[in-house]
């Protein structure tokens, strides 16, 4: 793509590493460095990526990430991913200035709690929100891209990329995962302003 189109962005929303026999054996390393070969803007946290526990997350991304993470929802004070990751990430494209975060979906009863430690799980609709108002409003971004782990929408109304979409503010587009549903075309949402947001 990037051979025919100048102007791309390669994101990753959650999971790099999930449990296959390479996970087992190297505990994400392999994952880390292609990804960072192949030049990955930005990638955001899934609850796979603790399997190995944080302290593996941590070393993986301080040893060979070349890519940043970006979340705002986690609070890692006190943690080995204190200093691991970034809330948003700026990228200039064809002109535009566009504003990446992310959110993670909440660990407890899904990740065992000595695999996350002390992270503390943040609301993501508000973090999200007063993220990509921060990036639109102070950092005069043209779009805000939210690479989202909390799944497409469910049956209950626990949070996912819809409730996001609905209830956010200057969030352009939603980029989700956990959920594995392929979607044949974009959603799109109206959000609490009134602005289409666009999920896939």
Same mark, same amino acid.
């Given at each position: #793509?990037? @051979?025919?189109?100048?102007?791309?962005?390669? +994101?990753? &929303?959650?999971?790099?590493?999930?449990? /296959?026999? %390479?996970?087992?054996?190297?505990?994400?390393?392999?994952?880390?460095?292609?990804?960072?070969?192949?030049?990955?803007?930005?990638?955001?946290?899934?609850?796979?990526?603790?399997?190995?526990?944080?302290?593996?997350?941590?070393?993986?991304?301080?040893?060979?990430?070349?890519?940043?993470?970006?979340?705002?929802?986690?609070?890692?004070?006190?943690?080995?991913?204190?200093?691991?990751?970034?809330?948003?990430?700026?990228?200039?494209?064809?002109?535009?200035?566009?504003? #990446?975060? @992310?959110?993670?979906?909440?660990?407890?009863? +899904?990740? &065992?709690?000595?695999?996350?430690?002390? /992270?503390? %799980?943040?609301?993501?609709?508000?973090?999200?929100?007063?993220?990509?108002?921060?990036?639109?409003?102070?950092?005069?971004?043209?779009?805000?891209?939210?690479?989202?782990?909390?799944?497409?929408?469910?049956?209950?109304?626990?949070?996912?990329?819809?409730?996001?979409?609905?209830?956010?503010?200057?969030?352009?587009?939603?980029?989700?995962?956990?959920?594995?549903?392929?979607?044949?075309?974009?959603?799109?949402?109206?959000?609490?302003?009134?602005?289409?947001?666009?999920?896939?």
């Amino acid at each position: #793509i990037r @051979g025919s189109e100048e102007n791309v962005l390669l +994101l990753d &929303a959650g999971d790099m590493f999930q449990g /296959t026999p %390479y996970f087992n054996l190297y505990k994400g390393e392999p994952e880390i460095r292609a990804m960072s070969m192949m030049g990955y803007d930005a990638g955001t946290i899934g609850n796979h990526d603790y399997d190995a526990g944080i302290e593996n997350l941590a070393n993986q991304m301080s040893t060979h990430a070349k890519l940043p993470i970006v979340i705002c929802r986690y609070d890692f004070r006190g943690t080995p991913m204190e200093h691991k990751y970034q809330p948003y990430k700026l990228i200039k494209k064809g002109g535009l200035t566009i504003g #990446i975060t @992310g959110v993670g979906i909440e660990m407890k009863g +899904l990740v &065992a709690d000595g695999l996350y430690g002390t /992270t503390q %799980y943040l609301d993501p609709v508000k973090l999200a929100t007063e993220t990509a108002s921060y990036l639109k409003d102070r950092k005069r971004c043209d779009m805000v891209i939210c690479l989202s782990h909390l799944g497409d929408k469910y049956d209950d109304d626990k949070v996912s990329d819809e409730i996001l979409a609905r209830r956010s503010r200057n969030i352009d587009l939603i980029i989700g995962a956990h959920t594995h549903r392929f979607f044949d075309k974009p959603r799109i949402y109206d959000n609490e302003a009134g602005e289409k947001v666009i999920v896939n």
